[in-house]
C-alpha cells in the first residue's frame, strides 16, 4: 500500500491534531492493469472526447450527468500465434464524493461485462470503506442493463454513502461509454 498522506501537527494551543492533508493512493494505474489483466502482453490507450450530443446521450442511456469531456480507455491484448487477441477494456474514471475525488478504475470483458474494480487514490477523510473487496466485488458480472442502484443491487456503506453514489454512478457511465463507443468495434 502506498500512502502519501502528511498530517498537520500544531494548533496556536500547541495541541497536535490530525488533519488529512494529501490523499492515498492505493494502485498506479499500470498496477491495477496487471490486476484486471495479468496475462496481458501489452495495451494501447485511446482518449474519448465527447461531445454535447454524446454527452446527452449518455445520460439518456445511463441516467448519470456527464461531467467530465474525455474518458481514457486502454484495451488489452495478449499475443497469441502472431496475433493480438482482445483481451477487454481498462478504463481509469474518478468521481466525487462527498467533497473530493476518487479516483478508480474499471476492467471489462470483450462483451462489457465488468470483471473488476478497483479503488487507485481516496481522498476522503472517511469512507474509504469502499476500498473493501465484498464491496467492490458486487459490480462483477454487472453490464449496463444491470439496475446498477444503491440500496437495491448495490449495498450501501454507513458513513460512505456518497463516495457509495459516486462510484456506482460512475461505473454505470462506464457500462454506457462501453455500449455507445466500443462494443462492436
Given at each position: 500500500?502506498?500512502?502519501?498522506?502528511?498530517?498537520?501537527?500544531?494548533?496556536a494551543?500547541?495541541?497536535f491534531?490530525?488533519?488529512?492533508?494529501?490523499?492515498?493512493?492505493?494502485?498506479s494505474?499500470e498496477?491495477?492493469?496487471?490486476?484486471?489483466?495479468?496475462?496481458?502482453?501489452?495495451f494501447?490507450?485511446?482518449?474519448?472526447?465527447f461531445?454535447?450530443?454524446?454527452?446527452?446521450?449518455?445520460?439518456?442511456?445511463?441516467?448519470?450527468?456527464?461531467?467530465?469531456?474525455?474518458?481514457?480507455?486502454?484495451?488489452?491484448?495478449?499475443?497469441?500465434?502472431?496475433?493480438?487477441?482482445?483481451l477487454?477494456?481498462?478504463i481509469?474514471?474518478?468521481?466525487?464524493?462527498?467533497?473530493?475525488?476518487?479516483?478508480?478504475?474499471?476492467?471489462?470483458?470483450?462483451?462489457?461485462?465488468?470483471?473488476?474494480v478497483?479503488i487507485?487514490?481516496?481522498?476522503?477523510?472517511?469512507?474509504?470503506?469502499?476500498?473493501?473487496?465484498h464491496?467492490?466485488?458486487?459490480?462483477?458480472?454487472?453490464?449496463l442493463?444491470?439496475?446498477?442502484?444503491l440500496?437495491?443491487?448495490?449495498?450501501?456503506?454507513?458513513?460512505?454513502?456518497?463516495?457509495?453514489?459516486?462510484?456506482t454512478e460512475?461505473?454505470?457511465?462506464?457500462?454506457?461509454?462501453?455500449?455507445?463507443?466500443l462494443?462492436?468495434?
Amino acid at each position: 500500500m502506498r500512502l502519501k498522506s502528511t498530517y498537520a501537527a500544531v494548533t496556536a494551543a500547541g495541541i497536535f491534531i490530525s488533519v488529512p492533508a494529501a490523499a492515498t493512493s492505493y494502485l498506479s494505474l499500470e498496477e491495477a492493469q496487471k490486476i484486471f489483466f495479468p496475462e496481458a502482453s501489452h495495451f494501447t490507450r485511446e482518449k474519448i472526447i465527447f461531445s454535447p450530443e454524446q454527452k446527452k446521450e449518455l445520460k439518456n442511456r445511463t441516467g448519470v450527468t456527464v461531467t467530465n469531456i474525455a474518458q481514457p480507455i486502454w484495451r488489452a491484448f495478449k499475443s497469441e500465434n502472431s496475433k493480438a487477441v482482445l483481451l477487454g477494456y481498462f478504463i481509469f474514471d474518478a468521481v466525487i464524493g462527498k467533497h473530493d475525488l476518487i479516483d478508480y478504475a474499471v476492467g471489462l470483458s470483450p462483451d462489457g461485462t465488468v470483471t473488476g474494480v478497483e479503488i487507485l487514490t481516496y481522498r476522503e477523510s472517511y469512507g474509504s470503506e469502499i476500498r473493501n473487496k465484498h464491496w467492490r466485488k458486487q459490480f462483477r458480472g454487472k453490464t449496463l442493463s444491470s439496475p446498477l442502484k444503491l440500496n437495491d443491487d448495490i449495498q450501501n456503506i454507513g458513513g460512505a454513502t456518497l463516495s457509495c453514489r459516486g462510484v456506482t454512478e460512475g461505473i454505470k457511465k462506464i457500462l454506457g461509454v462501453y455500449e455507445i463507443f466500443l462494443k462492436g468495434k
